[in-house]
């Protein structure tokens, strides 16, 4: 059984700064792409950041210069350094990982920024 566990929101001030964090657990073969994505009461799911096995990421526009996504192979997890956090960035933020050719979901942190 494959499980990602994430970790690290809470709330901060405008301009803040938060790390979350995801651990993929189990029988794990390969892991290619992992990402975070976000939802806000009332919108739709959205792709936040990407990264590959081999690096490479992609970041929503409205988070470009401010969010950072790294992972460690080794440790099977997946970071999101957040910066100069906004209100806009208030949600709930998921895990995604393409572990053994599957796709599975972590069960959310909630990210609330406000002063």
């Known amino acids: 059984q494959v499980q990602l566990v994430e970790s690290g929101g809470g709330l901060v001030q405008p301009g803040g700064s938060l790390r979350l964090s995801c651990a993929a657990s189990?029988?794990?073969?390969?892991?290619?792409?992992m990402g975070w994505y976000r939802q806000a009461p009332g919108k739709q799911r959205e792709l936040v950041t990407t990264?590959?096995?081999?690096?490479?990421?992609n970041y929503v526009d409205s988070v470009k210069g401010r969010f950072t996504i790294s992972r460690d192979n080794a440790k099977n997890t997946v970071y999101l350094q957040m910066n100069s956090l906004k209100p806009e960035d208030t949600a709930v933020y998921y895990c995604?990982?393409?572990?053994?050719?599957?796709?599975?979901w972590g069960q959310g942190t909630q990210v609330t920024v406000s002063s």
């Open positions: 995604n990982a393409l572990i053994n050719r599957r796709g599975y």
């Open positions: 189990g029988r794990i073969f390969s892991i290619t792409a």
């Open positions: 990264i590959t096995s081999g690096g490479n990421t």
